[in-house]
């Protein structure tokens, strides 16, 4: 059959002055991007005119999300923008659908330019839920502040944008389509993959899958419990966890991604995961973990819902990175972490003299250390944990990684837990979140800390609740100085820091959609083997005392307690 070559059209818009991408990604209500007019295709065209022409050219790109409402929606506009805006081959995940960490993998293996990435991650789904699209690099990670910001920029001045309104893709069907376009040489290519393979082979490659199936499904193996959430990552652990390493299809739920999640809030941690909590206190299983909506985020619990802090977690695997075959080939370059992680992993960084690097709040940070040769391992208190690998956090990758640890010691997670403590210190570490309070009453509140800690007279001050006395060591607001680019990144959190080592940060949340989240975090270092065992809420409870008072936090928003404490 002789086609006509598609229509390529470049139609006029306004622009919107709120489109200036969070700590990952713009993110909004489904609302906006349905009923604001041409609000997806503003920003899109932003993302492809953001990338200089002669790179576009011809380029390949990688388009995929994490299945939630809006999301076919959406491809079936970025195929027909990518055309016409002169990108020749775009790899897509069948049906829509790609895990964040596998978009990161696809990139890295097809030579792509870059990806876009339809997903608003923990956050809610459906038609009142929210919708997201994120912006990833040549290098398989989140574009840099100096990418997100040049889009911005572009967002704001727009006047038109380029489109095939007649290209329909089949997105059900593995295998190519080919489209020829008026004033294009060369046919425009669509490749529809299977991400799951390409994702589950690059995991053979860093993992010892025998080592790994015997624990699972050997003689004497554990039993284990993986909750997908309803995300987008329930085939990735169905065909890895359950068909390759033998854990059994029950061990598996909420495997099946849905549009808003199954009306859940797909965030892997304690409150959002309870049913996990819960099914795993009669201690039937070993070995439990959630996910949140785009399989990037992990919660790893042990027997009867012992729980891993996710700052807890990247030490472990630090202290034990050589039951990983990946790292035994490629060595240890050095750690990262967010700043407000806990410092759990500076000590094990120490110890075994790897250099540790702190940076702010998001991912986006750890690229560049990476690329460089300076990072192996990383991580964040949000439940992120993930390597050199890829360029993402990794939630599939951080569950093979416990697991490799657990096979290799034969001990359980509460044991490997408690002996690293031992070995190392605690790290009492709490966060708490405040969802949702008026934006004006969260930046005043952040103005008024920040006046209050620059002042001269704040260092030296003493802190009494009961019987402990803090005394500050040093405040200030936390600003990153890329050392690979030189970029300075300011204003990412206020952090009072005491004698003792202990910390309390305060932060706005970059990822909300309404509203603004105002995020407390604790970090308190205990080294005595005798006090290694304690509810991190009641040892914490002075420090969290004297961060509400100096904050006034409560009275500003008129809030008495957190919407989740973790
Ligand atoms: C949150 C987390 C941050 C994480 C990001 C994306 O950002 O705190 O660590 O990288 O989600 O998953 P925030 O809402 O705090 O800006
Ligand atoms: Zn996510």
């Excluded at 993110?27 to 604001?36: I, L, M, W």
């Excluded at 690099?137 to 727009?158: D, H, L, Y």
């Excluded at 795993?280 to 909506?293: E, I, R, S, V």
């Excluded at 891993?308 to 240890?332: E, K, L, R, T």
């Amino acid at each position: 059959m002789e086609d006509s070559p598609l229509q390529v059209l470049t139609l006029p818009t306004a622009p919107y002055p709120d489109q200036r991408p969070g700590t990952s990604g713009l993110r909004k209500k489904v609302f906006v991007f349905q009923t604001k007019r041409n609000y997806l295709h503003n920003f899109i065209q932003s993302i492809f005119s953001s990338i200089d022409l002669r790179v576009r050219q011809g380029s390949t790109m990688v388009l995929g999300g994490d299945g939630r409402y809006f999301n076919t929606a959406a491809i079936q506009v970025i195929v027909q923008m990518a055309a016409a805006n002169g990108v020749g081959r775009l790899v897509i995940g069948q049906n829509g659908l790609m895990s964040t960490p596998a978009v990161s993998c696809v990139i890295r293996k097809s030579k792509a330019i870059g990806g876009i990435l339809l997903t608003a991650s923990h956050n809610p789904g459906g038609p009142d839920g929210d919708f997201g699209i994120k912006f990833n690099i040549a290098n398989g990670g989140p574009a840099p502040e100096a990418v997100t910001e040049k889009i911005f920029q572009i967002s704001r001045t727009i006047e038109e944008f380029a489109i095939c309104p007649e290209l329909r893709v089949d997105l059900n069907t593995v295998g190519k389509q080919t489209f020829d376009l008026e004033n294009k040489f060369k046919p425009f290519t669509v490749e529809i993959v299977d991400s799951v393979e390409s994702y589950a082979n690059m995991l053979r490659n860093i993992f010892d899958f025998a080592a790994l199936k015997e624990l699972l499904s050997g003689e004497n193996h554990i039993q284990i419990r993986l909750d997908a959430m309803n995300g987008v990552v329930g085939p990735y652990v169905k065909k890895i966890l359950c068909e390759e390493l033998g854990s059994p299809a029950n061990s598996a739920i909420n495997c099946v991604p849905q549009e808003d999640f199954g009306g859940q809030h797909p965030d892997p941690n304690l409150t959002y995961a309870s049913d996990l909590v819960e099914s795993m206190k009669n201690g039937q299983y070993d070995f439990g973990a959630a996910f949140d909506g785009d399989g990037d985020r992990n919660m790893i619990l042990g027997k009867h819902g012992f729980f891993v802090s996710p700052s807890d977690s990247v030490a472990v695997i630090a202290a034990n990175i050589f039951c990983i075959p990946y790292f035994q080939h490629m060595g240890v370059r050095g750690f990262a972490r967010s700043m407000p992680t806990s410092a759990a992993l500076d000590n094990v960084a120490r110890a075994t003299k790897i250099q540790l690097y702190e940076t702010p709040t998001g991912w986006k940070f750890f690229g560049n250390l990476m690329d460089a040769g300076h990072l192996s391992l990383c991580g964040e208190e949000s439940f992120g944990t993930g390597s050199d690998h890829i360029r993402e956090k990794d939630g599939l990758w951080a569950v093979l990684a416990w697991l490799s640890i657990l096979a290799t010691n034969k001990k359980s997670v509460e044991e490997v837990m408690v002996e690293h403590w031992k070995t190392y210190g605690r790290n009492y570490y709490t966060r708490y979140d405040y969802e949702e309070v008026d934006i004006d009453a969260a930046v005043e509140m952040m103005l008024e800390l920040e006046m209050i800690i620059s002042d001269k007279a704040f260092v030296g001050q003493m802190f009494t609740v009961g019987e402990r006395t803090f005394q500050v060591e040093r405040a200030d607001n936390f600003e990153y100085s890329d050392p690979v680019d030189g970029s300075i990144s300011r204003n990412q959190g206020l952090r009072i820091m005491f004698k003792d080592g202990s910390r309390i940060i305060f932060r706005l949340s970059g990822t909300g959609s309404s509203g603004a989240t105002i995020r407390l975090y604790i970090d308190s270092y205990e080294n005595d083997v005798n006090k290694i065992l304690q509810d991190p809420q009641v040892k914490l409870s002075e420090l969290v005392t004297i961060a509400l008072k100096l904050s006034q936090l409560h009275e500003r928003t008129g809030r008495n307690s957190p919407t989740v404490i973790t």
